[in-house]
């Protein structure tokens, strides 16, 4: 399985990848596996203040919903427009074309306390 090294991790199965003050957020290959077929990515917090490990949306595979947990606290900036039309961009490249939300960080220092691939990788396997 892969986790890139240049990513953060949650033990929720999001990653996230800090651009500045900007972070770019989805889901693990893992998680992506475990849901099966995305058929829906469900996003309505745009423009709203959250905390960390808040829900900040849902992605619906074909036999399940899941909760998104933001990795840290920041606001909602955008969703990716991709999803709409094409949430199996999820499964197919859950690191690149699939991500999810792209959001302001309160604090960069929070996302450095998050696991890396090695941790996040020991508690999936």
Do not use: C
Not at 27 to 51: H, M, N, P, R, S
Not at 84 to 100: F, R
């Amino acid at each position: 399985m892969n986790f890139p090294d240049n990513l953060r991790y949650t033990k929720d199965h999001e990653w996230i990848r800090l651009e500045g003050n900007e972070a770019v957020i989805g889901i693990t290959e893992f998680a992506q596996q475990e849901l099966g077929d995305i058929v829906y990515v469900e996003v309505e917090t745009v423009g709203k203040t959250l905390g960390a490990e808040t829900v900040f949306g849902t992605v619906e595979a074909v036999k399940t919903v899941s909760d998104l947990y933001l990795p840290v606290a920041g606001t909602i900036l955008e969703v990716n427009p991709d999803l709409t039309q094409h949430p199996d961009l999820v499964n197919s490249d859950p690191y690149g074309k699939g991500w999810m939300i792209r959001m302001t960080v309160k604090d960069p220092a929070d996302v450095a306390q998050l696991m890396d691939a090695a941790a996040y990788g020991n508690i999936v396997h």
